[in-house]
């Protein structure tokens, strides 16, 4: 599975296994490329950086972009993870163990990917913002949704942290998740 049948999936209602985790993702790798050619079309001009600045920004976004379409890929794997730990048998005190650790750890993976990628979508939140005043002026209404793009990912991948901390049982691990949202605030 590629971004692309992710994205095909999050367009289908009937489609149960792909969510806001996945939406983060997308919304991320949306707001990389639309800061991305805000800074293209800021360079040659005198918007306050240099064309060098502009090109390392757009690399990092690209970089970025890179990984936000494997995170949207990632949590989908990662909510299948949890269905396929609740599908363990549970007959015995053994099997009910098992079964325990399983959602457990599937929960921390499905806690971990959107908190990469929330945490992603604030770098690219900030470097939007960062270029509000230092980009041609023209693609102003680009950049901001770029720049709304990313906050509907930091809040959609927070969301879905959150959602998941419950199937975390271990304290110190989900004291960790919460210094990390808190950190997103």
Same mark, same amino acid.
Do not use: W
């Given at each position: 599975?590629?971004?692309?049948?992710?994205?095909?999936? !999050?367009?289908?209602?009937?489609?149960?296994?792909?969510?806001?985790?996945?939406?983060?993702?997308?919304?991320?790798? !949306?707001?990389?490329?639309?800061?991305? &050619?805000?800074?293209?079309?800021?360079?040659?001009?005198?918007?306050?950086?240099?064309?060098?600045?502009?090109?390392?920004?757009?690399?990092?976004?690209?970089? &970025?972009?890179?990984?936000?379409?494997?995170?949207?890929?990632?949590?989908?794997?990662?909510?299948?993870?949890?269905?396929?730990?609740?599908?363990?048998?549970?007959?015995?005190?053994?099997?009910?163990?098992?079964?325990?650790?399983?959602?457990?750890?599937?929960?921390?993976?499905?806690?971990?990917?959107?908190?990469?990628?929330?945490?992603?979508?604030?770098?690219?939140?900030?470097?939007?913002?960062?270029?509000?005043?230092?980009?041609?002026?023209?693609?102003?209404?680009?950049?901001?949704?770029?720049?709304?793009?990313?906050?509907?990912?930091?809040?959609?991948?927070?969301?879905?942290?959150?959602?998941?901390?419950?199937?975390?049982?271990?304290?110190?691990?989900?004291?960790?998740?919460?210094?990390?949202?808190?950190?997103?605030?």
């Amino acid at each position: 599975m590629n971004y692309k049948d992710i994205l095909d999936l !999050m367009l289908d209602e009937n489609d149960f296994t792909v969510g806001g985790g996945c939406a983060s993702a997308i919304a991320g790798a !949306m707001a990389t490329g639309l800061i991305g &050619m805000v800074a293209n079309l800021s360079k040659g001009k005198d918007y306050g950086y240099e064309d060098e600045k502009y090109d390392a920004i757009i690399k990092e976004l690209n970089e &970025m972009k890179a990984k936000f379409l494997e995170g949207s890929v990632n949590d989908n794997k990662a909510y299948l993870l949890i269905v396929n730990a609740y599908k363990l048998p549970k007959s015995t005190e053994e099997e009910k163990q098992k079964r325990r650790k399983a959602i457990q750890n599937a929960g921390i993976e499905a806690a971990k990917v959107p908190l990469s990628n929330a945490l992603l979508n604030k770098r690219t939140y900030d470097i939007g913002r960062d270029l509000l005043e230092k980009s041609n002026p023209a693609a102003v209404t680009d950049l901001q949704a770029g720049i709304d793009l990313a906050k509907v990912g930091i809040d959609a991948g927070c969301a879905n942290v959150l959602a998941n901390i419950p199937l975390i049982k271990d304290e110190k691990i989900v004291s960790d998740f919460n210094k990390e949202l808190e950190s997103l605030d």
